[in-house]
């Protein structure tokens, strides 16, 4: 489960796209997801996804674990719109009657809607495509690149358009920092047992949350100072515009993968308009 | 180069962490600066890159005084500097984003910036790794990483805040060979550290602190003869080899220097019996 989000270096066509190319990817099937309406189209943006998964070729372990996220996706969404399905008016059955004592006089009665468990699998598709294209990001995207992605998203004359390098510095020291904060949270748990710590059975492990908590904030916090410091030292902010090693320039395969976007949004968005877009359940 | 005059330092909580301090860093000079815990050394070398400015007293590098704030940037650029901690001072996701961070910062050409990053890694001997994450890296190539993120800087002096406290002995030879290079390079090196014996062979100069104080300045012979505890092995074995009447120096600290002085002491005995008998 670990590994659902986790970078894969691979020589793959999709590694060889740019950043900023596969954000907007990713932005244009959740905007594709949120203006589709019906099943079919919203089946075809999530298999639109799937092809890159392919040129990928993750894990056996990776695909299983997909899976599993997928169909609990699936499954939860449709069993919780079919019973939660506030537009519903002719149930399918009835779970609990509204005259039974208490629970059927408080909830009106539990009945199970067809239209729900459709609506349901409408919103899984809905969630499955924008999963599926954020994870393919971030699979095939170093973090470093990602960043810079994000920070130098686009030029407008000589200012860059994105997020502010702050907050990439941020970013980058958490990816750095986060194994050395779970090391650190291990050492101290071990340093706890032996002096008598339980940890067997969940009770215990809340109340040595409580024993955990402190040190580790101010680890955390120490370390942070530390980093801070080290950043200081090697200039950081004594520019406004620091410049960047790694340039980010467009290519050929970044054109022509830009063009599918288009394409294929401009005809999601074209389908939506004529009759194929969402619309508020039951009306 | 680096010129401190009567500096004080006291910390928000009233804690007094340096108190006039005087001393003068000529370039390409290797100081060590030793002493026990919080006697001041990181407080003092702190001050030297402007990431403190002293209460009292003044520090000027390269003529830049540290508590104008308007040359902080260029301080920083002339003296980088490595922490003890090798897995708090990486910034970048792969070691050659670490190492151009600086020069990204410094605002130079991207070709500029790989070139130095190149140039750095392949200093320290990581040009190989530069793809890598730090946290794939042992703690000596980390420490050397760091090195070459300061390194990439260009900086005229190199201050090392016990850089090795944290390493295996192994990782600790290969960063000081990698300093040592360093220095025989021309840069000036100011190195923290309380293992007195990983630095005599290499320093040309000793502070020890204590106290907020400098209690003693000079060469690391004299340093050994103004000090009768905290001795390297060595220096304590020829120590006693000369209480016991061996002809020996008493100021000696490298194995081979160590060596030789015992051969000649025996050759002497040798012949001083023969001539006796």
């Known amino acids: 489960m670990q590994g659902l989000f986790r970078y894969e270096q691979k020589e793959t066509v999709i590694h060889r796209i740019d950043p900023r190319i596969k954000l907007i990817w990713v ?24 092809p890159f998964w392919i040129l990928l070729r993750p894990s056996k372990e990776k695909i299983t674990s997909i899976v ?28 609990i009657p509204a005259d039974f004592p208490v629970i059927g006089y408080i909830t009106g009665g539990i009945h199970v809607y067809k239209e729900g468990a459709v609506y349901g699998l409408i919103q899984s598709a809905r969630f499955m495509s924008s999963v599926s294209a954020a994870m393919l990001l971030v699979a095939t995207t170093h973090p470093s690149e ?8 686009t030029r ?68 942070g100072r530390q980093i801070a410091i080290a950043a200081d030292s090697r200039a950081f902010r004594a520019t406004k515009n620091r410049t960047h090693f790694r340039e980010l320039r467009l290519k050929g395969l970044d054109f022509v993968f830009l063009s599918y976007i288009f394409v294929s949004t401009g005809v999601g968005i074209y389908l939506s308009y004529i009759g194929y877009g969402s619309s508020v359940p039951g009306g | ?25 000529d370039k390409g000079e290797f100081v060590a600066l030793i002493g026990k815990n919080g006697c001041g050394k990181t407080t003092l070398v702190r001050h030297l890159n402007a990431l403190l400015t002293p209460t009292e007293g003044s520090v000027s590098v390269f003529g830049m005084d540290t508590k104008d704030k308007s040359g902080v940037w260029n301080i920083r650029q002339t003296v980088g500097m490595v922490f003890q901690n090798p897995q708090t001072q990486f910034v970048g996701t792969t070691l050659e984003e670490d190492v151009a961070f600086g020069p990204e910062n410094l605002k130079l050409p991207p070709n500029e910036i790989r070139k130095r990053v190149d140039r750095s890694l392949r200093e320290v001997g990581l040009l190989e790794y530069k793809t890598h994450a730090p946290k794939a890296l042992s703690g000596g190539q ?15 002096c190199i201050v090392l805040d016990e850089v090795t406290s944290m390493l295996d002995p192994g990782s600790r030879g290969n960063v000081l060979d990698t300093i040592q290079q360093l220095h025989q390079s021309g840069k000036t090196i100011i190195y ?21 104080k400098i209690e003693f300045m000079g060469t690391p012979h004299k340093y050994l003869a103004s000090v009768e505890s905290d001795i390297p092995a060595i220096t304590n074995l020829m120590r006693k080899l000369k209480a016991k009447g061996f002809d020996v120096r008493d100021d000696v600290f490298a194995v081979d220097d160590a060596f030789l002085e015992i051969l000649k002491a025996c050759d002497k005995r040798k012949t001083e019996t023969s001539d006796n008998g």
């Not at chain 1, 499954?75 to 399905?85: K, W």
């Not at chain 1, 990602?146 to 998203?153: E, M, N, P, Q, W």
């Not at chain 2, 180069?1 to 909580?13: A, K, R, T």
């Not at chain 2, 980390?142 to 005229?156: D, F, K, N, S, T």
Request: charged residues 15%; proline residues 4%; aromatic residues 12%.
């Open chain 1, 27 to 50: 932005f244009s099937i959740s905007v594709l997801t949120i203006t589709a309406g019906v099943p079919w189209l919203l089946v075809a943006i999530f298999l639109s996804t799937l």
């Open chain 1, 156 to 223: 407008i004359g000589k200012k860059w358009i994105g997020f502010p390098n702050e907050i990439a510095f941020m970013v980058s020291s958490a990816v750095n920092f986060a194994p050395v904060m779970i090391d650190e949270c291990m050492i101290t748990i071990n340093a706890m047992q032996v002096r008598g710590l339980k940890m067997k059975g969940i009770r215990n492990k809340i109340k040595a949350m409580k024993f955990l908590f402190f040190p580790l904030v101010v680890n955390v916090l120490r370390s």
């Open chain 1, 68 to 95: 599993f996220i997928f169909l609990t996706m699936v499954f939860g969404f449709m069993l919780s719109q079919s019973v939660f399905y506030y537009w519903g008016e002719t149930p399918t059955f009835t779970i």
């Open chain 2, 142 to 156: 980390m420490q050397r990483a760091a090195i070459a993120g300061v390194l990439a800087m260009e900086p005229e």
């Open chain 1, 146 to 153: 990602l960043i810079a992605g994000t920070v130098r998203f």
């Open chain 2, 1 to 25: 180069m680096i010129h401190i005059n009567n500096l004080s330092y006291q910390y928000p909580d009233g804690t007094l962490a340096l108190d006039s301090v005087d001393m003068s860093i």
């Open chain 2, 192 to 212: 923290v550290t309380q293992r007195i014996e990983e630095i005599l062979p290499l320093a040309d100069r000793i502070v020890s602190m204590n106290n907020g």
